[in-house]
């Protein structure tokens, strides 16, 4: 009698848009896990903003050129860029060469940095949108995922008047996404379940983690 060959366990079940190596990877990694550091979060504000009118997936596979040219999203750097350094990222082939969206990266990063001396932390502040603690959705099917919610409405309109660029709705949302302020995996991800009982922080702790 010949023994059963032993069969792979079948491939875990992830939400459909993550199918590339990078993609997955992102997905599996970083994608919803609640993000805390305010170096991490400037990133993902600069990323987010840069692709709009873009996939996703050109972002990622351009990821570690962004954070080449941008001083490793140092904000108190970035801050600091002047006309001469906009000119050389506008020659960057490693980067989306878009003036607007360069220039946003350091007008964002002087906003952060009064945020910053006003709440004590960029991740202070923007984790009080959802009262701080990850918003668990329970979407069944793609299709239904919103673009945009109320609490991505009130973001974007505080980051505006507080003098940030490239921060609508949507690109505030796939923001909060990207940062576990909501977790909007698929029921059936296996992602899902590993991260619906993640936390936030609470404010003293929050303090404690690298800030700008």
């Given at each position: 009698m010949k023994t059963p060959k032993p069969t792979d366990p079948p491939?875990?079940?992830?939400?459909?848009?993550?199918?590339?190596?990078?993609?997955?990877?992102?997905?599996?990694?970083?994608?919803?896990?609640?993000?805390?550091d305010d170096r991490t979060l400037f990133e993902f504000l600069v990323l987010e903003g840069a692709q709009a009118g873009l996939s996703w997936e050109t972002i990622l596979n351009k990821r570690e050129n962004y954070r080449a040219a941008f001083d490793g999203f140092d904000v108190q750097r970035v801050a600091k860029y002047d006309r001469r350094k906009m000119a050389q990222l506008l020659k960057n082939p490693g980067i989306v060469r878009n003036r607007l969206k360069i220039a946003s990266a350091a007008q964002n990063a002087r906003a952060l940095i009064r945020v910053h001396e006003e709440f004590g932390s960029?991740?202070?502040?923007?984790?009080?949108?959802?009262k701080g603690e990850p918003r668990v959705n329970s979407w069944k099917a793609r299709e239904r995922l919103p673009a945009r919610t109320e609490q991505s409405d009130a973001l974007s309109k505080d980051?505006?008047?507080?003098?940030?660029?490239?921060?609508?709705?949507?690109?505030?949302?796939?923001?909060?996404?990207?940062?576990?302020?909501?977790?909007?995996?698929?029921?059936?991800?296996?992602?899902?379940?590993?991260?619906?009982?993640?936390?936030?922080?609470?404010?003293?702790?929050?303090?404690?983690?690298?800030?700008?």
């Open positions: 491939p875990p079940v992830r939400c459909a848009w993550a199918r590339s190596p990078l993609g997955i990877r992102y997905h599996d990694e970083e994608w919803g896990v609640p993000v805390h960029f991740d202070r502040y923007v984790w009080q949108f959802v980051l505006k008047k507080r003098g940030f660029n490239f921060v609508g709705s949507t690109i505030c949302y796939a923001f909060m996404q990207a940062v576990g302020m909501v977790n909007d995996h698929m029921v059936e991800c296996f992602r899902y379940r590993e991260l619906a009982g993640a936390k936030g922080l609470s404010p003293s702790k929050r303090r404690k983690g690298r800030s700008v």
